[in-house]
């Protein structure tokens, strides 16, 4: 419609474009393991930080698991406050550095954020990450609080256990031990951080971030076991007896899932658990230097799309891989990754085998993996997920060449804990069954929370969870 | 009341079974021996960047503490653990591991060891002495010299056969060949155990299947993390994946893939040879 009014209207200021975040290029950095991301300047932040509305009433901080006060924090970023900012974030959640990365911000904070309507969200996850990377020096336990308080006296007296050292439990033990609670955090394996060691790769969270978070709960005195298999080392009811007070299940999801085809046990084939382990874990990209091997695949064909395909697809390419294929039965669009992982992976190479179902793996006489045989699909009216379901074409098969098979398509709960506590009640798919509030298990005082409660979800929730449960055992134990 | 304390997994007292090549350690570990039961295994590393690597208890003593490891030195992590002596620590020991043998009262057990396997044998066949059950013990190796625990299983054990592949030392030949004789002679046989190099199991489950008699192997598959996460230990039972970490390691061998098992065992050769002659090099051997 035409505005014949005399008026003329008052231009609306247009939306400043989103400050970009530099990155490494990807020619450069398909050859190491270092971070992608590069992180914001102080003009770049400040810039950023600029966009923000500052809105009555921030829709972003509802769409935030651990509810960060979003808009107070940017607030104090336009002031140039860093410490300010991060005492505001880490109020709230004590692992900023970690979540300003991998957090699925796209469809948390910032798909709710108001700018986002008319153009780009505030780019609210990096400028998290500039506030912890640039405060990081400071010692955690002043600004654990909120209020200004400092770290509460530790008293010994109450004990708490959390297992696992994933991201629910760390979250768990942090909130607990600034409230005075001793915490003792049991891992398995014999470095801490759970899945943000072991599952995501050095270039999309650097090794060095998740120890500097994993430090501040040093220094907030809480005593961190390595090679203690929650089930095996220490079970749930030796650890009442050994007085702790409260325990904290954060195990994770646990056991890969396989695609249950023919020759998935040839020698090539790896699940993406195995493959990242090897790699992020076992440091196998520096071998010779570091003892663990990882496999070699010239060919590489991932399967599954979600994040940690992307994360198998793009070590791959950094093992030397000549060609890497995601090999996924919908399409691009319908990919669980978060886009910016797809993106990069596409930047570095990695290829795209849409509507293709994996029917058999092929092996030589000496059981090494040449091939996979894949059924075309094609999409058909929408399943339960709303998603379209792939259908497949019939007689249209092909053979795709491979020599390192990645399955990546999930995983199903870890049974160690699990069958060694028979009285914790499970969902029926497994996984342990909680309180929504306060993540209570069946159990009276164990908790649970991440992945062994959800099944594979994101950093975010499971550190969601760790805090519930925290302030519910910190209200029990301290009436809080 | 428990106590929830870990001290650096020191080596108490090392024994060198066969010179260079096989080695029996005593280790502080008073969480892990406090669990640790026959059947289980324990994961460790003992460098800033090493592997981890799997080996089966071989005995434990859970009031002085300690667990007992035997290993054969293989490729560079195996290599560097024969270097640590009394009062060397291991970096990281996490454990107990895996599903502990499952011992009932059956009678006459039959318990199988080859090689280094007699070791991880050695502790099943205890648990089945514990439990009253009578054990004949069948051990073979290339030659006299290249066998363990005789003197701990003959403590123990009504009769231990031994079979040397020279004639050296008992048996000229296989421990299936005695394994034969005896299942034909006595039809009361509860269960055969059988732990040891996969050509070797796979021989006695072929012995004994036609007798129809319980079959138990231990199958030392690859693995990383050994606590049911990365897949890297699947076998195929029964024509199903299990994952000898958190399934087994112990499963019927009567069911049991040796096939691919060995085939799988085979995945890292050649990474296993170039970390062990870059370690030979820098230790001048």
Redesign the interface.
Known sequence: MANSDNAPKKPKKPIAPRVEMPTQPPRERTGNFDEVALGYTREQALAEAERCLQCKKPACVKGCPVEVPIKDFIERLQHDDVPGAYEVIKSTNSLPAVCGRVCPQEVQCEGACILGKKGEPVAIGRLERYTADTFMANSACEHMNGEGRSCAPIREDLKVACIGSGPSSLTCAGYLSSRGIKVSVFEALHELGGVLVYGIPEFRLPKSIVAQEVDALREQQVDLLTNWVGGKTIEISELFEAGYKAVFVGVGAGLPRFLNIPGENLIGVFSANEYLTRVNLGRAYKFPEADTPTYPGKHVAVFGAGNVAMDAARTAVRLGAERVSIVYRRTKGEMPARVEELDHAIEEGVELQILSSPLEFVGNEQGFLKSVILQRMELGEPDDSGRRRPVPIEDDRFELECDLAIIAVGTSPNPILLEASPELKLNKWGYVKVDETTGETSMANVFAGGDIVTGAATVISAMGAGRRAGMEIARRLMDE | ????S?PPARILAKERLIPGQTSKLVIDAP??AR?ARPGNFVIL?I?P????IPLTIADTDPEAGTVTIVYLVLG??TAALEQLGEGDTI???????GKETHIEKVGTVICVGGGTGIAAMHHIAKGHHMAGNRVVAIVGARSENLLLFCDELESFCPELEICTDDGSCGHKGFVTDILQKRLEEDSEIGEVVAVGPVPMMAAVARVAKPFNVKTTVSLNSIM??G??????C???VGGE?K?AC?DGPEFDGLQVDFN?LN??L???KP??A??YE?WKKSHGQ
Request: some cysteine.
């Open positions: 009341m428990i106590e929830i870990a969480h892990i669990k590393r460098a960047e090493g592997e981890r560079k992590t970096l990281d020991l996490c454990g107990p591991l990383v993390d606590i049911g996460m990365c897949g890297a699947r076998v195929t994946t994952f958190v691919e085939k799988r085979t995945a890292f990474q296993e170039i970390s870059e």
